[in-house]
């Protein structure tokens, strides 16, 4: 799905890609008690399993990572300062797989302790120009990666 937000000028403002996927159909227990409980932890391992992936694949459009969990979904909100082209979007579209791979259907910390389990990811590509302020769109989980805009 994509949402092209314009200006009162046609201007286009800022795009967003959103991309769902469903991981299982089998209900996890899980709670914004463990969400917070854990949040540190779930924030250093969600961090380390997509750096791992960005490496050689992110490009200087990156402006921003961050992350929202509820009753279930994560959402990996990234946000660039222009349109991806195809091949860069393709490259995007492997992180939540990635992070599947490592963390699905629960995530675990270093101590191999259930930290947070997840039913679905979401994938979210958000175009917004350098020139608007996204320090304040930060989620519950926290900014993975926040670019220093000059």
């Given amino acids: 799905m994509e949402l092209m937000y314009f200006n009162k000028n046609q201007i286009l403002l800022f795009t967003i890609k959103k991309y769902s996927y469903r991981t299982s159909e089998t209900k996890l227990m899980n709670d914004n008690e463990m969400l917070y409980k854990n949040i540190t932890d779930i924030s250093y391992e969600i961090m380390i399993y997509i750096t791992e992936y960005l490496m050689g694949v992110a490009t200087r ?3 921003g990572i961050t992350l929202n969990h509820n009753e279930g979904f994560l959402d990996i909100n990234v946000y660039f300062d222009s349109v ?5 979007e393709d ?7 990635y992070l599947l791979s490592k963390g ?7 101590k191999g302790e259930v930290i ?3 039913d679905n990811v979401g994938l979210i590509l958000i175009s917004i120009p350098s020139d608007i302020d996204i320090s304040d769109k930060k989620d519950n989980l926290g900014w993975i990666y926040l670019r220093k805009e000059y």
Avoid: Q, S, V
């Fill in 61 to 63: 459009k990156m402006r």
């Fill in 104 to 110: 699905y259907p629960k995530l675990y910390n270093r």
């Fill in 84 to 88: 991806l082209t195809e091949e860069e």
């Fill in 91 to 97: 490259e995007m579209l492997h992180i939540d797989t």
């Fill in 116 to 118: 947070l389990n997840i």
